[in-house]
């Protein structure tokens, strides 16, 4: 079964930092560009960052630069987004999803695969 499982969303203050990762699982992850998107209520989903699938090259999203970073491990399957210095405006469900040999793409549609998403929220 293909699948992305994300973990470690939660409550936070200010300031403070939380690391996501997503494991995949019914696919060759080493295979796959990663990303990271995110989606606060009354919004449309909206990209955060991205690894391409030898880890090699990343991309972020300029509100996200500076403060957050993607990694990978392909030998667990799963890719990390560490997030630091968070703010109430970074409060959102996180999604990690999958492109097969893909560039680094900041759209949802450039990705196949999709994770049920992780709650963040900060609290000022």
């Known amino acids: 079964q293909v699948q992305l499982v994300e973990s470690g969303g939660g409550l936070v203050q200010a300031g403070g930092s939380l690391r996501l990762s997503c494991e995949g699982s019914?696919?060759?992850?080493?295979?796959?560009?990663m990303g990271w998107f995110r989606q606060a209520p009354g919004k449309e989903r909206e990209f955060v960052a991205a690894?391409?699938?030898?880890?090699?090259?990343?991309s972020y999203a300029d509100s996200v630069k500076g403060r957050f970073t993607i990694s990978r491990d392909n030998a667990k399957n799963t890719v990390y987004l560490q997030m630091n210095s968070l703010n109430p405006e970074d409060t959102a469900v996180y999604y990690c999803?999958?492109?097969?040999?893909?560039?680094?793409?900041?759209?949802?549609?450039?990705?196949?695969?999709w994770g049920q998403g992780t709650q963040v929220t900060v609290s000022s």
């Open positions: 999803a999958a492109r097969a040999f893909g560039a680094l793409g900041e759209k949802p549609y450039d990705y196949s695969l």
């Open positions: 019914g696919f060759t992850f080493g295979a796959y560009t």
């Open positions: 690894i391409r699938y030898a880890g090699n090259f990343t």
